[in-house]
């Protein structure tokens, strides 16, 4: 039987319990897993005067490396590496002073899940569903009101939390598979303790934390789980650049460089044209990755070590801990390059067949392809980013399929754009999709113009790369006559229990709407099977007389897609198409499963044909 003292010591050891005037508020990360290829573990520890103590580990396959202390006393960094062959437990971190003992935290140790550092990431057999999840669906009512926390919920103002969460989410996975998506990508889900227009998730104040209107770490990690079972990858969305303005940090920050400018707002001149710009002044590079993005959103400095190994840390950690298959990495220029080279290493370095994208926000390929992976760069930069979001791409769709032709204007657009793709060192790991939750929909975009919608969402679907859809654009969400973001990401009809108009049952959608529903499914079950589609060659044609070809293929099977925006009907030329064709006959049209020889092939005026070429 246990003394009464050893049970006592277990006791204080669960809850960190302080002997005397100390005590610990913060605890990151919380807890952490033994067998990682990494073994050094940097734990920050929060709590007043903190730094007068001297930690104390025993526990086999455990070595302190370092204390770290900082300006603030109130912070301390411990250092340990874990052996490769370290049991999992938990164990007690002692805190003395003069030799006496003053703080005990018992710290866990967790097994990681079998095979958790060769999981696969999303990859271009993948489409991915974007979801900002306040808006999609209300799963859980019993969290919409925190008055304590702020920012309550208001649907009818654009810029106020709505109720949507993470069991809205689970609730919709039967939807999304129907739908034929396989990956799941939600805007950031992590507490955002802002006074105003927190629903977005892009001012973190807990880096640590679900935010509760959104529901639970426990209830994320189900989400992961859940995906898991039914066939998705989850992929979290995350912010190194900055934190929210709320961020418990700061009020009582460990140093003053751990946000730049001492903590004090300085715009960034937004010009990411700068890191490659070999006649930019120092000045402008610096206050393009020091200043902040907004007032709202501190800039946090990842050349402090110690604030680049927690934001490393904290990543790794949600990998494990939410079961994810892939991290989007929000404005991805803007943080310290060499950090997010680091970063993006050290995340690859842990689990091999990850994936990873990045943001960057330029119609430019050069920039776009600067930080992917393999990349040649004349300043011999090199990233693990395996891919990038693909926005020159994005930017010439509405030319592309709305500019009349002629020699420079219309399907010329997008030929050019794809013509740029030698400058990328893997072109079919990029992120292609029509809209998302920055801009205009994509049926804005075009004018509500069907037809060309039609075509760009086709493009989207069989081109090189991973397609990505922002909730909604399948039932031909829009947001006409403005471009605010409350509007843009406004409610998933059918995900309140009140809404008139459901997007699940089809009930009180239009007869497009439907349509468009219809097209987005049938597509994207079949792109599911298509292996050509995934990582198949691609050739396309020159426009010619308002005609756009191009065609995916491998040894087994062909697709071709034929865009006309003619006010007549096209026949397929096969004579011009023969190099690639050579001996095949049969165009089977996938939209209405006619089938007819390839020269009779036929596509209707201002519409798109898509053919398996047998």
């Not at 277990?10 to 990682?36: A, H, Y």
């Not at 935010?211 to 992929?235: H, M, T, V, W």
């Not at 140093?255 to 400018?261: E, F, K, L, Q, T």
């Amino acid at each position: 039987m246990k003394s009464i003292s050893a049970l006592f010591f277990v006791f204080v050891c669960s809850m960190g319990i302080s002997f005397g005037q100390f005590s610990l508020d913060r605890v990151e990360p919380p807890f952490w897993w033994t067998g990682m290829q990494n073994t050094h573990l940097q734990i920050m520890f929060y709590g007043e005067n903190i730094a007068e103590l001297s930690p104390i580990i025993r526990y086999d396959g455990i070595e302190v490396l370092e204390t770290v202390l900082v300006e603030n006393p109130n912070y301390l960094f411990l250092i340990l590496d874990i052996h490769p062959d370290t049991k999992a437990g938990s164990f007690a971190i002692e805190f003395s002073k003069d030799d006496m003992m003053q703080l005990y935290y018992s710290y866990t140790l967790n097994a990681r899940s079998e095979n958790s550092g060769e999981r696969q990431g999303f990859n271009n057999s993948d489409a991915i569903y974007l979801i900002t999840p306040d808006r999609f669906v209300n799963g859980d009512p019993g969290n919409d009101y925190m008055p304590e926390i702020g920012d309550t919920l208001d649907r009818s103002d654009p810029q106020a939390r709505h109720g949507g969460d993470i069991q809205g989410v689970i609730n919709s996975l039967q939807y999304l598979s129907d739908m034929g998506f396989t990956s799941i990508w939600l805007n950031p889900v992590l507490e955002n303790k802002m006074p105003r227009t927190s629903y977005h998730g892009y001012a973190i104040t807990d880096f640590y934390k679900v935010d509760p209107r959104f529901g639970s770490n426990e209830d994320y990690q189900l989400l992961g789980q859940a995906c898991q079972k039914n066939g998705f990858k989850l992929i979290m969305d995350m912010v190194m650049n900055h934190c929210g303005s709320e961020h418990w940090w700061m009020k009582d920050l460990p140093s003053n460089d751990w946000i730049h400018y001492g903590g004090n707002y300085v715009q960034t001149n937004h010009r990411r044209s700068v890191i490659h710009d070999p006649y930019a002044p120092e000045s402008d590079k610096e206050l393009f990755s020091n200043g902040w993005f907004v007032k709202s959103m501190p800039d946090m400095n990842q050349q402090n070590p110690l604030l680049a190994e927690y934001l490393i840390q904290n990543s790794i950690w949600w990998i494990e801990y939410a079961h994810l298959q892939g991290i989007r990495h929000d404005t991805h220029s803007y943080p310290d390059k060499n950090f997010m080279a680091d970063w993006s290493c050290a995340i690859m370095d842990e689990y091999p067949n990850f994936n990873l994208v990045g943001e960057e926000w330029s119609p430019n390929p050069n920039y776009v392809a600067y930080y992917q992976r393999g990349s040649n760069n004349q300043d011999g930069y090199n990233s693990c980013m395996p891919s990038m979001m693909d926005f020159p791409t994005q930017m010439s769709l509405v030319p592309g399929f709305t500019e009349p032709e002629n020699w420079n204007s219309g399907f010329i657009k997008i030929y050019e754009n794809l013509a740029n793709d030698f400058i990328y060192p893997d072109p079919y790991n990029l992120v292609i999709f029509p809209d998302n939750h920055d801009m205009s929909r994509f049926y804005t975009q075009v004018n509500e113009d069907y037809n060309a919608f039609k075509m760009g969402i086709a493009y989207i679907l069989t081109l090189r790369g991973i397609p990505q859809i922002f909730y909604g654009t399948e039932i031909l969400m829009s947001n006409p006559g403005t471009d605010a973001h409350g509007i843009i990401r406004s409610d998933f009809p059918g995900g309140w229990e009140n809404d008139v108009k459901n997007a699940f049952t089809g009930a009180g959608l239009t007869d497009q709407e439907l349509e468009a529903q219809l097209l987005f499914k049938s597509l994207l079950n079949w792109r599911k099977e298509k292996a050509c589609l995934h990582d198949g060659k691609l050739v396309h044609y020159s426009p010619k007389d308002g005609i756009y070809v191009f065609f995916r293929f491998n040894d087994e099977e062909m697709v071709m897609l034929v865009f006309n925006k003619n006010e007549e009907e096209y026949t397929v030329d096969k004579a011009r198409f023969q190099e690639v064709i050579k001996n095949r006959k049969e165009a089977v049209s996938v939209l209405d499963g006619n089938s007819s020889p390839i020269e009779k092939a036929v596509v209707p005026a201002g519409s798109v044909g898509i053919f398996e070429i047998n």
